[in-house]
């Protein structure tokens, strides 16, 4: 009994002494607030920016302290629901036109800001190890090859470009019961670099972030439209100045190379 | 071919029971049965699918199935099967994500056995497979069919570990779902909405009809550990 009311006696001087602590220190906190205010600039991106993003991130923010920059990685088509549904963002950046344009048409993105930020490429990708030899689209009928991974067509904008570069080089429809489809770009990856099916079409960017996995063919030039990446401020972003700053960071002399190390082009 | 998707769903749910049902009862039985070391670990191993989000141990599952695990070699050099991408594969996610529910709910109604019964039983000459369907079912058949049916209504709505081992092949692989997924992705909201209330019919009236089972079945020696 004694023993448990001297615990109750030191827990409440500690609780004293916690107290005291935060009183003795609220001189300092006028102080803290002439500090420049962070800032948190959320930027919803198709996730086939990631690494690059996330190099960027680095820099920028080892450049500007104050503002903390926050990604919301996914599948573009899934990115625009989100903002559709109110969803909170300061900069979109989409996977294709497409999306950019509905946002647009629906008043959501600020449009004076929206500019072409990349380009890429779409390629062929086999397992690292793998026997089949392909070095071409039209290769993807070959019997070695059973199952091929696009993303889902009408969802993932890289399976919408793989989907126009087999019709238009007439091989969609002898593929067609061989494709397994994907909700993303990065779980076509990750089907292609576990050998679990034999190829797969996806951006060059992912190609050059796996080590697991190795380029067959790169889509020859016109098979589809330029893979642009569009990005613009949301009109809804309460930080118009800050978000374009970071927009302007992002295409200037800084992101450049960072996007190029990832296999992008700059948009033009 | 609206339906696919469903009738799919409905096999591979019914599939995946057979074995949750098989492999539930059996562990159940057998944790209540034994004590050994390591009890506990493999325990929270069965419960682990319940609380991994289901893309995890979708993952997990196709590095162990994939053509290149360590399951998915065996299979395909011994048996020159390949399950990955193909309705088994959904069988499979279906059954590894309901287990748990199966699993504990029968648990928890075998442990509410009173255990003289099933010792009675014995003195009077039956066998532990005799004992074991005349005493210990009978007794815990609440808890077993609760997890019958909760097993079934998660088999049905599994999506993250499905797609990742089962992948998205329309009219092959495309459980509800999936087929939810990519219709509400692609703006297709009607087509979304048929198959949201298909499924909420189905597993709401599976729900409800277990709830009216079970009041009409409340007997006066009613378990008090199963599940209500």
Not at chain 1, 20 to 37: F, I, L, S, V
Not at chain 2, 12 to 41: C, E, H, N, Q, T
Not at chain 2, 54 to 66: D, H
Request: glycine share 8%; aromatic share 10%; proline share 5%.
């Amino acid at each position: 009994m004694k023993k448990r009311s001297s615990f109750v006696l030191i827990g409440m001087f500690a609780a004293c002494l916690i107290l005291a602590g935060c009183g003795g220190n609220q001189p300092a906190a006028p102080k803290a607030a002439e500090a420049p205010k962070t800032v948190e600039l959320t930027i919803s991106a198709a996730v086939s920016l990631k690494d690059a993003l996330a190099e960027i991130q680095t820099n920028y923010q080892k450049k500007n302290p104050q503002v903390k920059l926050l990604y919301n990685l996914g599948a573009s088509g899934s990115l625009q629901k989100q903002i559709e549904q109110g969803a909170p963002a300061d900069i979109f950046i989409s996977a294709a036109p497409k999306q950019m344009d509905e946002l647009s048409a629906k008043n959501l993105i600020n449009t004076a800001t929206r500019k072409n930020l990349v380009e890429n490429k779409l390629v062929l990708i086999v397992p690292l190890n793998s026997s089949a030899k392909l070095s071409k689209f039209e290769d993807l009928t070959n019997p070695a090859v059973q199952k091929i991974s696009i993303g889902e067509p009408t969802v993932v904008p890289a399976g919408q470009y793989a989907q126009e570069v087999l019709r238009k080089l007439g091989v969609w429809d002898k593929i067609n019961d061989k494709l397994v489809l994907a909700k993303d770009v990065r779980t076509v990856l990750t089907y292609v670099e576990t050998g679990n099916v034999e190829a797969g079409i996806v951006y060059k960017t992912d190609a050059a972030s796996s080590s697991k996995v190795k380029i067959a063919a790169i889509a020859p030039e016109g098979t589809h439209a330029p893979i642009i990446y569009p990005a613009a401020l949301l009109a809804s972003s309460k930080q118009q100045e800050v978000a374009k700053d970071f927009l302007a960071y992002l295409s200037g002399p800084e992101g450049k190379p960072i996007f190029e190390k990832y296999g992008f082009v700059m948009g033009k | 071919m609206i339906w696919q998707p469903v009738l799919l769903s409905i096999k591979v749910a019914l599939a995946s029971l057979i074995f949750v049902f098989l492999f539930g009862v059996s562990f159940a039985y057998a944790m209540r049965k034994w004590d050994f070391p390591g009890k506990a670990a493999i325990e929270a191993l069965f419960a682990l699918p319940l609380v991994l989000p289901p893309v995890v141990t979708g993952f997990l599952l196709l590095i162990l199935i994939g053509k290149q695990g360590p399951i998915g070699c065996f299979l395909s050099e011994t048996f020159d099967l390949r399950i990955i991408f193909t309705p088994y594969a959904a069988v499979l996610a279906g059954t590894v994500v309901a287990f748990p529910l199966m699993y504990q709910s029968t648990k928890a109604a075998f442990l509410a056995i009173d255990s003289d019964l099933e010792d009675a039983a014995r003195t009077l000459g039956a066998g532990e497979w005799r004992v074991f369907w005349t005493v210990t079912v009978p007794l815990a058949w609440h808890g077993v069919v609760s997890g019958l049916v909760l097993s079934f209504a998660r088999a049905l709505g599994e999506f993250g570990a499905t797609i990742m081992v089962a992948g998205n092949i329309p009219g092959k692989t495309q459980t509800i779902p999936l087929a939810i997924y990519f219709a509400a992705e692609s703006n297709d909201l009607s087509q979304a909405g048929f198959y949201v209330l298909v499924i909420s019919l189905l597993t709401f009236s599976m729900i409800w009809g277990l709830n009216l089972w079970s009041r009409i079945k409340k007997e006066p020696n009613y378990q008090k550990g199963a599940l209500r």
